[in-house]
């Protein structure tokens, strides 16, 4: 509903309220008042609602770790974009907030916090650190949950939920014991992912690979039975844990070499030497190393063939007993540089190259990853896989932009079991216990207190931790009270949309689908809208290091959150990286003060006796202006809402800022003026009624992608309801469709822009009225000539002659074009025309010198050949806009010799 209807208590002015609107905007004085009225009034609140259509988003929840960076602004800006939208259109809205406890990067901030006081956890113990993590969350959760509001997030905050609170951590439980039933929780001694400073396991999605240039030292091996041959490696430090030398099965190079038995170097160690595909016979010498105990590719070929493993580097990073003497005890890097000259005493390190290769990461602390083999428990990916993928396949999960579900399937279909264990203190504690009697492990859903098998009560609880995604992946079902079959769950499950960034659709988004699908039969979320990242203006990566990081408080703190909120979304497209612009965010700024102004005019213009009314109920009495304002408003409402419907909340908000800034107060709020100050009181009436319908609009389809304002803006004016975050959103009106209206004023205003071009061009002062002439076919000459006022008040016209489009031409007049209807100004007169002469001639000189020197340095081929191109191609570019300039220029001549 935009303009028919108008429904709800009426209150006739706001300023009697209260809400009075200064001369300037200051949103430190605007958004914290309105932000507590918001959630005072109770509009943030949700209930199930059974006859109301629900709508839910689910708030990716923050890392309880420190303060929130502009990637978060931007995602939480996009949330609060789409809940509000939807809760203006009176569905139940549901956006459910949340924090995560994020189990390495929290617990590794605590440490590092103990670590200034001179305390390890090892110190407090399990109990008393797990207890100073809780100290920590609750600090850092009120200061998140601070941040988003002063954001203008508007979530239900009394909702709020926590990925280790006592509701999520029954749900947690429960899939554990559920999956382990059913043989798809398993423990084992496989090779996985060891961070050594962060000293626990990692998934493979967990390590970030990133180049880096290292070096590949080649080793000379002896064949025992007679002969060497050279290996290459870029860890020779590994070579102490060799078990085995391996050629590819086609290699014909070492066909007679396989089967035969090498010796590791420094060790000594017979080893056999094996064939097998995962060798690339491009690297190296063709022969490579194997060493199960700290590489994948090796421990995989290790399990073929049967070879043993043996781990010289140890969760510390230092090297193992295994490693021998003098090794035992070294850091790793220092082992590695002791390698490397006993390999060169021994004359056997043949040559070191440079060699660029990829480099496993840890994603939170950046330490190089360490493969180790190692007791985890991983969950079998394979059979929950499946569903998941085929839920993407069919549609009923969808990405925007489509390009994603891709990258999603091509994952999934290559998924590896999921370690699921971590070597920490602070998470979810896996439901496992080991009986020390009989070695049976017991995993329940409540602590047992004997074994299932022996009877013995000599129990002892898995000391590990699950990883932070295992609770993460139950997020959409487990905030609704799952296991139980609460109201929430039948309701707002599953959900609507999930706004996300990219980088975590293995993560997260993957891990949700597959764990709705297997626990709840249903998907999480219809939809996955994808952004991009936020960069830098010269669109780099923003980080500490480069010192381009932007504080979003920071911003808020000096432009007001509208004002960022308007930065991040204007242009903003699904899947696209965003360039971080100041003058952006003073753009929004501007915008904001745009509107205060207009809306100040507006209420000033409203008598006491103005009461709200509809577009309807003054059809018979809207003047031109009037019915194209409402026609373009209504295009306007339809615009932004088929634009919501694709997720083009940047083109959205555009279709808004046009139609607000230009259309509405660079013309509507003009063309009103004359009929505000004139004698005719009906018309004067319909002008401030068509004003504040525009107005109450603009707020409307503005207010979820600039909240604070709009809300102020809003309240001060006449209005129905109790607050614009409530307020039913714009739909379109067909009997307010008026294109005849719409053709009749852009051509009007083509022959305004083109008189006001005209005036500009010899520097005519506002108040100076002048006389024009226009040449127009029938048509638009009709249509012309009850534009009087306006040309006068616009263009500052007194008098216009309308002439078919054959008349003749007037003498020493500028001549312009406004589509098919020419518009001239006769300057005889009006300005001195000699001087006018004297200055255009100057001009055209100065053109044209800047020309002549221009077409020198493009026709000098050493110019072209030896400059960068795009300084040869900004010559072009000068030259062509010189060019132009002259042309213009050597017109304007003639017309005024004429």
């Given at each position: 509903m935009l303009l028919r209807g108008l429904k709800g208590g009426l209150v006739l002015s706001g300023e009697k309220e209260g809400w009075k609107l200064p001369p300037r905007y200051d949103p430190k004085g605007v958004e914290g008042r309105i932000y507590d009225f918001w959630r005072g009034g109770g509009f943030l609140r949700v209930e199930v609602d059974p006859d109301q259509k629900p709508y839910t988003i689910m708030m990716p929840p923050p890392n309880v770790t420190d303060i929130?960076?502009?990637?978060?602004?931007?995602?939480?800006?996009?949330?609060?974009?789409?809940?509000?939208?939807?809760?203006?259109?009176?569905?139940?809205?549901?956006?459910?907030?949340?924090?995560?406890?994020?189990g390495i990067a929290t617990q590794r901030m605590v440490e590092l916090s103990l670590r200034e006081k001179g305390l390890d956890r090892h110190q407090l113990g399990r109990e008393k650190f797990v207890s100073e993590t809780w100290t920590w969350k609750g600090k850092k959760e009120s200061n998140i949950i601070g941040q988003l509001e002063r954001l203008g997030a508007s979530p239900d905050w009394d909702r709020t939920r926590f990925t280790l609170d006592e509701g999520l951590s029954r749900a947690v439980r429960e899939v554990f014991v559920r999956l382990y039933e059913k043989g798809l929780i398993y423990r084992g001694d496989y090779l996985i992912n060891w961070c050594t400073d962060c000293t626990t396991a990692l998934s493979d999605i967990e390590v970030e690979h990133a180049d880096r240039e290292g070096h590949l030292y080649h080793v000379r091996y002896r064949v025992k039975e007679g002969g060497s041959f050279t290996v290459a490696t870029t860890r020779p430090e590994t070579i102490l844990g060799d078990t085995a030398v391996a050629a590819h099965p086609d290699d014909e190079r070492f066909r007679d070499l396989v089967g035969k038995t090498a010796v590791i170097p420094l060790v000594n160690r017979e080893v056999p030497v094996i064939a097998d595909a995962l060798v690339d016979p491009e690297f190296g010498s063709g022969l490579v190393k194997v060493t199960p105990g700290h590489d994948p590719n090796d421990f995989e070929m290790g399990e073929r063939a049967g070879l043993e493993v043996i781990q010289v580097i140890g969760e510390d990073g230092r090297m193992t007993e295994a490693a021998g003497e003098p090794y035992a005890g070294l850091d790793r890097e220092e082992a590695r540089r002791r390698v490397i000259a006993d390999l060169e005493e021994l004359g056997i390190l043949e040559k070191i190259e440079s060699h660029h290769h990829a480099v496993g990461t840890c994603y939170r602390c950046d330490s190089v990853v360490e493969p180790l083999v190692s007791t985890q428990w991983f969950v079998h990916m394979e059979p929950l896989a499946r569903p998941a993928v085929e839920a993407v396949r069919d549609g009923r999960v969808n990405f925007v932009p489509e390009r994603f579900s891709r990258v999603y399937l091509n994952w999934m279909d290559n998924i590896r079991d999921w370690c699921i264990s971590r070597q920490?203190?602070?998470?979810?504690?896996?439901?496992?216990?080991?009986?020390?009697?009989?070695?049976?492990?017991?995993?329940?859903?409540?602590?047992p207190r004997r074994c299932t098998d022996c009877g013995s009560d000599d129990l002892t609880r898995d000391p590990d931790v699950l990883d932070t995604w295992f609770s993460s992946a139950l997020w959409p079902?487990?905030?609704?009270?799952?296991p139980e079959e609460t109201e929430e769950m039948g309701h707002f499950f599953p959900g609507d949309v999930l706004v996300t960034g990219w980088d975590i659709i293995f993560f997260w988004v993957a891990r949700m689908i597959f764990a709705s699908l297997e626990f709840t039969g249903d998907i999480p979320f219809d939809e996955v809208l994808i952004h991009g990242l936020v960069l830098d203006s010269e669109g780099r990566k923003m980080s500490?290091?480069?010192?381009?990081?932007v504080d979003p408080l920071e911003v808020v703190d000096q432009y007001g959150a509208d004002a960022l909120r308007f930065c991040l979304l204007f242009g903003n497209t699904p899947g696209n990286d965003l360039r971080f612009h100041w003058d952006r965010v003073e753009a929004g700024r501007n915008f904001a003060n745009k509107l205060w102004n207009a809306t100040r005019f507006v209420a000033m213009n409203l008598d006491d006796e103005f009461t709200p009314t509809s577009a309807a109920e003054m059809e018979d009495s809207l003047e031109l202006e009037d019915r194209w304002l409402l026609h373009r408003l209504n295009e306007t409402a339809e615009a932004v809402s088929d634009h919501f419907d694709r997720y083009q909340l940047g083109e959205a908000l555009r279709e808004i800022y046009d139609f607000s800034w230009s259309e509405y107060c660079d013309w509507y709020i003009e063309l009103a003026k004359t009929r505000l100050n004139g004698d005719d009181g009906s018309s004067r009436q319909v002008a401030q009624g068509v004003l504040w319908i525009g107005l109450e609009a603009i707020f409307r389809l503005l207010h979820p992608f600039m909240p604070f304002v709009t809300e102020e803006m809003w309240q001060a004016l006449p209005h129905r309801g109790d607050a614009l975050i409530v307020a039913r959103w714009p739909a379109a009106e067909e009997f307010l469709c008026d294109p005849e209206a719409r053709d009749e004023m852009v051509a009007l205003m083509d022959v305004i822009r083109c008189v006001r071009n005209l005036r500009s061009e010899v520097n005519l002062p506002p108040s100076q009225q002048v006389s024009i002439e226009?040449?127009?076919?029938?048509?638009?000459?009709k249509r012309l000539q009850g534009a009087q006022q306006y040309m006068r008040h616009l263009a500052g016209v007194h008098e216009m002659k309308l002439m078919p489009e054959d008349g003749a031409q007037p003498r020493q007049a500028l001549a312009g074009v406004a589509g098919d209807?020419?518009?001239?100004?006769?300057?005889?007169?009006?300005?001195?025309?000699?001087?006018?002469v004297a200055r255009l001639q100057k001009k055209l000189k100065e053109a044209t010198d800047l020309a002549e020197r221009s077409k020198g340095k493009l026709g000098n081929q050493n110019f072209v050949d030896r400059a960068p191109e795009e300084v040869v191609q900004k010559e072009r570019v000068r030259l062509v806009d010189l060019e132009s300039e002259i042309s213009h220029l050597e017109r304007r001549l003639r017309e005024i010799r004429s």
């Amino acid at each position: 509903m935009l303009l028919r209807g108008l429904k709800g208590g009426l209150v006739l002015s706001g300023e009697k309220e209260g809400w009075k609107l200064p001369p300037r905007y200051d949103p430190k004085g605007v958004e914290g008042r309105i932000y507590d009225f918001w959630r005072g009034g109770g509009f943030l609140r949700v209930e199930v609602d059974p006859d109301q259509k629900p709508y839910t988003i689910m708030m990716p929840p923050p890392n309880v770790t420190d303060i929130l960076h502009v990637g978060h602004a931007l995602n939480n800006t996009l949330q609060d974009v789409l809940i509000r939208k939807h809760r203006m259109e009176g569905m139940n809205a549901l956006w459910q907030p949340g924090t995560d406890h994020a189990g390495i990067a929290t617990q590794r901030m605590v440490e590092l916090s103990l670590r200034e006081k001179g305390l390890d956890r090892h110190q407090l113990g399990r109990e008393k650190f797990v207890s100073e993590t809780w100290t920590w969350k609750g600090k850092k959760e009120s200061n998140i949950i601070g941040q988003l509001e002063r954001l203008g997030a508007s979530p239900d905050w009394d909702r709020t939920r926590f990925t280790l609170d006592e509701g999520l951590s029954r749900a947690v439980r429960e899939v554990f014991v559920r999956l382990y039933e059913k043989g798809l929780i398993y423990r084992g001694d496989y090779l996985i992912n060891w961070c050594t400073d962060c000293t626990t396991a990692l998934s493979d999605i967990e390590v970030e690979h990133a180049d880096r240039e290292g070096h590949l030292y080649h080793v000379r091996y002896r064949v025992k039975e007679g002969g060497s041959f050279t290996v290459a490696t870029t860890r020779p430090e590994t070579i102490l844990g060799d078990t085995a030398v391996a050629a590819h099965p086609d290699d014909e190079r070492f066909r007679d070499l396989v089967g035969k038995t090498a010796v590791i170097p420094l060790v000594n160690r017979e080893v056999p030497v094996i064939a097998d595909a995962l060798v690339d016979p491009e690297f190296g010498s063709g022969l490579v190393k194997v060493t199960p105990g700290h590489d994948p590719n090796d421990f995989e070929m290790g399990e073929r063939a049967g070879l043993e493993v043996i781990q010289v580097i140890g969760e510390d990073g230092r090297m193992t007993e295994a490693a021998g003497e003098p090794y035992a005890g070294l850091d790793r890097e220092e082992a590695r540089r002791r390698v490397i000259a006993d390999l060169e005493e021994l004359g056997i390190l043949e040559k070191i190259e440079s060699h660029h290769h990829a480099v496993g990461t840890c994603y939170r602390c950046d330490s190089v990853v360490e493969p180790l083999v190692s007791t985890q428990w991983f969950v079998h990916m394979e059979p929950l896989a499946r569903p998941a993928v085929e839920a993407v396949r069919d549609g009923r999960v969808n990405f925007v932009p489509e390009r994603f579900s891709r990258v999603y399937l091509n994952w999934m279909d290559n998924i590896r079991d999921w370690c699921i264990s971590r070597q920490l203190w602070w998470g979810h504690q896996i439901p496992a216990w080991y009986c020390n009697a009989c070695d049976e492990i017991i995993v329940a859903r409540e602590d047992p207190r004997r074994c299932t098998d022996c009877g013995s009560d000599d129990l002892t609880r898995d000391p590990d931790v699950l990883d932070t995604w295992f609770s993460s992946a139950l997020w959409p079902f487990s905030t609704q009270g799952w296991p139980e079959e609460t109201e929430e769950m039948g309701h707002f499950f599953p959900g609507d949309v999930l706004v996300t960034g990219w980088d975590i659709i293995f993560f997260w988004v993957a891990r949700m689908i597959f764990a709705s699908l297997e626990f709840t039969g249903d998907i999480p979320f219809d939809e996955v809208l994808i952004h991009g990242l936020v960069l830098d203006s010269e669109g780099r990566k923003m980080s500490k290091s480069l010192g381009n990081g932007v504080d979003p408080l920071e911003v808020v703190d000096q432009y007001g959150a509208d004002a960022l909120r308007f930065c991040l979304l204007f242009g903003n497209t699904p899947g696209n990286d965003l360039r971080f612009h100041w003058d952006r965010v003073e753009a929004g700024r501007n915008f904001a003060n745009k509107l205060w102004n207009a809306t100040r005019f507006v209420a000033m213009n409203l008598d006491d006796e103005f009461t709200p009314t509809s577009a309807a109920e003054m059809e018979d009495s809207l003047e031109l202006e009037d019915r194209w304002l409402l026609h373009r408003l209504n295009e306007t409402a339809e615009a932004v809402s088929d634009h919501f419907d694709r997720y083009q909340l940047g083109e959205a908000l555009r279709e808004i800022y046009d139609f607000s800034w230009s259309e509405y107060c660079d013309w509507y709020i003009e063309l009103a003026k004359t009929r505000l100050n004139g004698d005719d009181g009906s018309s004067r009436q319909v002008a401030q009624g068509v004003l504040w319908i525009g107005l109450e609009a603009i707020f409307r389809l503005l207010h979820p992608f600039m909240p604070f304002v709009t809300e102020e803006m809003w309240q001060a004016l006449p209005h129905r309801g109790d607050a614009l975050i409530v307020a039913r959103w714009p739909a379109a009106e067909e009997f307010l469709c008026d294109p005849e209206a719409r053709d009749e004023m852009v051509a009007l205003m083509d022959v305004i822009r083109c008189v006001r071009n005209l005036r500009s061009e010899v520097n005519l002062p506002p108040s100076q009225q002048v006389s024009i002439e226009v040449l127009a076919p029938e048509g638009p000459r009709k249509r012309l000539q009850g534009a009087q006022q306006y040309m006068r008040h616009l263009a500052g016209v007194h008098e216009m002659k309308l002439m078919p489009e054959d008349g003749a031409q007037p003498r020493q007049a500028l001549a312009g074009v406004a589509g098919d209807v020419r518009v001239f100004l006769p300057l005889r007169g009006v300005i001195d025309l000699e001087r006018e002469v004297a200055r255009l001639q100057k001009k055209l000189k100065e053109a044209t010198d800047l020309a002549e020197r221009s077409k020198g340095k493009l026709g000098n081929q050493n110019f072209v050949d030896r400059a960068p191109e795009e300084v040869v191609q900004k010559e072009r570019v000068r030259l062509v806009d010189l060019e132009s300039e002259i042309s213009h220029l050597e017109r304007r001549l003639r017309e005024i010799r004429s």
